[in-house]
């Protein structure tokens, strides 16, 4: 079993930065990619943006591209979401995950954290 713990969501105001983290622990295995996907209320979760082991690879969500970037490290079993110039349309429910290979499919995700809120107002 993995565990995540995401932090680091709060209330912004339009144009405003978060970073958001996610800790896993229990039985973490090298080689593995961690992601962020979002849900608003009534949408479904989606994508936000993926890392590889390795860190040489990153994929994003076009709406996000240029905005938010991923980071890891792997010394900490964290992966981090830095959040700049946040919109209200970003507000939603992010959660961390953990699979071996990226997908944008979240329903292919093994393991996720239990969300941390993010609020962006005008």
């Known amino acids: 079993q993995v565990q995540l713990v995401e932090s680091g969501g709060g209330l912004v105001q339009a144009g405003d930065s978060l970073r958001l983290s996610c800790a896993a622990s229990?039985?973490?295995?090298?080689?593995?990619?961690m992601g962020w996907f979002r849900q608003a209320p009534g949408k479904e979760r989606e994508f936000v943006a993926a890392?590889?082991?390795?860190?040489?690879?990153?994929y994003y969500a076009d709406s996000v591209k240029g905005r938010f970037t991923i980071s890891r490290d792997n010394a900490k079993n964290t992966v981090y979401l830095q959040m700049n110039s946040l919109k209200p349309d970003d507000t939603a429910v992010y959660y961390c995950?953990?699979?071996?290979?990226?997908?944008?499919?979240?329903?292919?995700?093994?393991?996720w954290g239990q969300g941390t809120q993010v609020t962006v107002t005008v």
């Open positions: 229990g039985r973490t295995l090298s080689g593995y990619a």
């Open positions: 995950a953990y699979r071996k290979y990226y997908s944008s499919n979240p329903a292919l995700w093994d393991y």
């Open positions: 890392i590889s082991w390795s860190s040489a690879f990153t």
